[in-house]
């Protein structure tokens, strides 16, 4: 088991899903965890269950993040939404807002938290991509253009910290059984004119070669692992969990 004790973590969009999967495993390693959500409810309820702090806090607003300053010895940037929609049907304000929060939020949480890791010679910076991080699918331009320029990012970063103690991956699972990913089942099926009961099978898993959906707890476990010693040598790199879907 991978051990973080006396390290800090920060874990945003931590309040559910992968992140609050993110937050439980390293917690249960020994880190100090910071959950960062829009919700600060639940934010602060997993905090509780975790010996953790909750950070309510709108990545959107950029702005409020500029000048932010992170004593983090961990940080996963997770949070994200989706929008299912063809291109030309796309609203522009929603492509600018997926933006926002899933490329330019991320840029703005590691310039915050690299003074920090590089004074102390120490920092893992693990940024959640997705297979659409690599591969692309129609109805998605706003988050796959996400996902692709999240992927640059974390290798510059991965570059620019290598000899400061600093790695940078990215985790690029296929769909995980989250409420992100259960609310595009309607989406899809009205995209596609399809029954909602038919888009796992027909639009969601067509790619992948294990007919299933990834479980947050797996995706936690590969995070695990980065941010952990036994991964020392492991800069840069996109780490797929997608059932095969990037094989072919």
């Known amino acids: 088991m991978t051990d973080l004790t006396g390290r800090s973590a920060l874990i945003?969009?931590?309040?559910?899903?992968?992140?609050?999967?993110?937050?439980?495993?390293?917690?249960t390693n020994g880190a100090r965890v910071t959950v960062a959500d829009l919700d600060g409810d639940a934010a602060t309820a997993l905090a509780r269950e975790i010996g953790g702090e909750a950070w309510q806090?709108?990545?959107?607003?950029?702005?409020?993040?500029?000048?932010l300053t992170l004593e983090t010895d961990i940080l996963v940037n997770n949070a994200g939404i989706q929008h299912?929609?063809?291109?030309?049907?796309?609203?522009?304000?929603?492509?600018?807002?997926?933006?926002?929060?899933?490329?330019?939020a991320p840029f703005l949480l590691v310039r915050a938290a690299l003074p920090h890791m590089y004074e102390s010679g120490y920092g893992r910076i693990v940024n959640m991509s997705s297979v659409h991080g690599i591969r692309a699918s129609a109805?998605?331009?706003?988050?796959?253009?996400?996902?692709?320029a999240l992927e640059g990012l974390s290798k510059v970063t991965a570059l620019e910290g290598a000899e400061r103690g600093v790695r940078s991956n990215c985790v690029n699972p296929?769909?995980?059984?989250?409420?992100?990913?259960?609310?595009q089942i309607a989406d899809q099926a009205r995209v596609h004119g399809i029954d909602e009961s038919e888009v796992l099978e027909k639009v969601l898993l067509t790619e992948s070669a294990i007919k299933r959906m990834v479980e947050p707890e797996e995706v936690a476990a590969l995070v695990s692992f980065l941010v952990g010693d036994?991964?020392?040598?492991i800069t840069g790199a996109s780490y797929t969990m997608d059932g095969g879907w990037s094989a072919s």
């Open 139 to 148: 109805n998605k331009s706003a988050y796959v253009t996400a996902k692709h």
């Open 12 to 27: 945003t969009g931590g309040a559910s899903g992968i992140g609050a999967a993110i937050a439980r495993a390293l917690a």
């Open 57 to 67: 806090v709108d990545l959107s607003d950029v702005d409020a993040l500029a000048d």
């Open 174 to 183: 296929g769909y995980v059984r989250t409420p992100l990913v259960e609310k």
């Open 84 to 104: 299912v929609s063809p291109i030309e049907q796309f609203d522009p304000v929603m492509f600018r807002r997926i933006l926002t929060l899933m490329v330019e």
């Open 230 to 233: 036994e991964a020392s040598m």
